[in-house]
């Protein structure tokens, strides 16, 4: 098509065989998207896609990945809100004549996709974000130089059993996959699967192949794309395991004798959390009670 369609936070760049997504910067758009700077999709990548009416006077674009043709959305697993993601164009409604048109070019480009973009693709058709990345968790810090993952415990954050476990170091060729619960929720994680018949504990505060997140640590800007790069690497290693696209590898996890101090730190952070607002009076007494049970 050779166009650029110009929407809010992003201005989207069709080619012959691709659209390029360029993500502005500015104290408006969101974090992960201007982390993420730009997109090369190719159309073999798309499903389909979707023009519908948005939020105080816009339209919205939306160009629909298939499962497993891009790392960054499988790990986030349908765990990114509307206005984080990265497939979507917000337009002013004025210009819905001009979104007409390119959703109509859009969905040619993608009919014509030398794949059926109606199967899961079998392998990553977008790139991953590029290594290394680094962020801090609550618990430790993770790095990941594009073969290998290390975490680096926080004495303030981390549990004893991960005290006890020491630093830790993962070739891309021992894991399987990534689990990434959004830090945006309570108890989010990054978890590294270990290759078939590895014993992890339930709790990812007790698994030392895990990082915990927090009030502040683990942003999605930061641990998402981590974990798509991680993801990326264990596929193109050949490490991981013989599984559908999209399906997630679950691990073998036994269960972790809790730690009086380990508890007494999860309700701290809890408090922190309830203090700050992001938590509600009804759940921090349910979780603290729970917590309380444990021992």
């Known amino acids: 098509m050779g166009d650029v369609l110009a929407g809010i936070h992003a201005t989207w760049e069709f080619e012959s065989d691709s659209v390029l997504i360029r993500f502005e910067r500015g104290i408006r758009t969101p974090k992960l998207f201007q982390a993420l700077r730009e997109r090369r999709v190719p159309y073999e990548a798309l499903a389909a896609v979707t023009l519908s009416p948005g939020k105080r006077g816009t339209v919205v674009l939306h160009a629909v990945p298939r499962p497993g043709a891009d790392p960054l959305m ?5 765990q990114l809100k509307e206005s984080g993601d ?6 002013p409604a004025e210009r819905e004549t001009l979104a007409e048109y390119y959703a109509d070019e859009l969905r040619t480009a993608v009919a014509g996709a030398p794949l059926d973009e109606k199967e899961p693709a079998d392998r990553f058709l977008v790139t991953a974000p590029p290594a290394p990345l680094h962020f801090k968790a609550y618990d430790g810090k993770a790095t990941f130089d594009g073969s290998k993952v290390a975490f680096r ?9 991960k005290w006890k476990a020491g630093d830790q170091t993962f070739p891309v060729q021992e894991l399987s996959g990534v689990e990434w619960r959004s830090p945006e929720v309570f108890d989010g994680y990054l978890r590294l699967l270990r290759r078939a018949g590895a014993q992890q504990p339930t709790q990812a505060d007790h698994d030392p192949a895990a990082v915990v ?12 794309p981590f974990a798509a790069a991680v993801l990326a690497a264990v596929r193109t290693s050949g490490a ?10 679950v691990p073998a996890l036994v269960a972790a ?5 380990d508890i007494a730190e999860r309700i701290r952070h809890l408090g922190d959390l309830h203090e700050a607002g992001l938590v509600t009076d009804e759940e921090f007494s349910a979780k603290k ?5 444990e021992l």
Do not use: K, M
């Open 153 to 161: 415990w926080f004495w303030t954050g981390a549990s004893s059993a």
């Open 257 to 261: 004798r809790p730690d009086p101090a």
């Open 240 to 249: 991981g395991p013989a599984t559908a696209p999209g399906s997630v590898p």
């Open 289 to 293: 009670a729970q917590l309380l049970a």
């Open 213 to 224: 997140f927090g009030l502040g640590y683990g942003p999605v800007h930061e641990s998402l």
């Open 86 to 91: 990265p497939y979507r164009l917000v337009l």
């Open 74 to 78: 499988e790990a986030a697993a349908g």
